[in-house]
């Protein structure tokens, strides 16, 4: 699976968006992202995933470059419980047992 | 609730004590991984069941990891012979099915300690 690269830390203001970004320079035309987030003390939690049209769910919108070299994950309005580490993974769909393969992740903290 | 149940939530035991790790996945979810998360760091995969088949264990570190699924449902990671590098949180996460791009479900994990 192709590699991510992410900022380690970024700050974010309550009620305001946030923007995450991610580089997968290398992706193949198969692989899909996927964003995860760990909360303290929690398991990773499933935010949304894409191949390379944008998406939205009620928790958040992936954008994805027209080269899909990199992605960007958009929390419309942080609020304090989304002080997390924000992981971006890529990864082949379709292949039997495709473990999840976790960088560094970007630790982020929403501030009053 | 309909989540990925561990258990214990905590472990504590001494250095070459055996311990056992278990998974309820979500009720009809074909796949199940393992994974291992040290102090600071991403989680890092063990081993994969497809159903009872163990079909990956790649990522167990040594002969001292077993795990088992042996009706494809709740699954057990053993621990041998514990060595003070085998803390960490370990993690469940189960999808339902194997060949798409459904994603994968963590529980909150069990917090292995070897004093």
């Known amino acids: 699976d192709a590699k991510t690269t992410q900022p380690p830390s970024m700050d974010c203001a309550e009620g305001r968006a946030a923007n995450l970004p991610c580089n997968h320079s290398?992706?193949?035309?198969?692989?899909?992202v996927y964003w995860y987030r760990q909360i303290h003390s929690q398991g990773p939690q499933y935010i949304i995933h894409?191949?390379?049209n944008n998406e939205t769910n009620e928790m958040a919108s992936l954008i994805i470059t027209e080269d899909r070299k990199s992605s960007t994950l958009i929390l419309p309005h942080a609020t304090l419980r989304d002080t997390a580490v924000y992981y971006c993974?890529?990864?082949?769909?379709?292949?039997?047992?495709?473990?999840?393969?976790f960088g560094g992740g970007t630790r982020v903290l929403v501030k009053p | 609730g309909a989540g990925v149940s561990q258990s214990p939530r905590y472990k504590v035991a001494k250095r070459g004590q055996d311990v056992a790790l278990r998974c309820d996945p979500i009720?009809?979810?074909?796949?199940l991984f393992w994974y291992q998360q040290a102090l600071g760091q991403g989680p890092e995969f063990l081993t994969y069941?497809?159903?009872?088949?163990?079909?990956?264990k790649s990522g167990l570190p040594s002969d001292r990891f077993f795990a088992e699924r042996p009706e494809g449902s709740v699954s057990t990671l053993k621990i041998q012979r514990t060595q003070q590098e085998d803390s960490a949180v370990y993690l469940c996460?189960?999808?339902?099915?194997?060949?798409?791009?459904?994603?994968?479900?963590f529980g909150d994990g069990t917090r292995l300690s070897i004093l």
């Open positions: 069941f497809q159903n009872e088949a163990q079909l990956d």
């Open positions: 996460a189960s999808s339902l099915e194997d060949w798409s791009n459904q994603p994968q479900h």
């Open positions: 290398t992706i193949s035309g198969n692989e899909y």
């Open positions: 009720s009809g979810h074909v796949s």
């Open positions: 894409g191949l390379k």
């Open positions: 993974i890529v990864r082949v769909a379709g292949a039997a047992g495709n473990k999840l393969t």
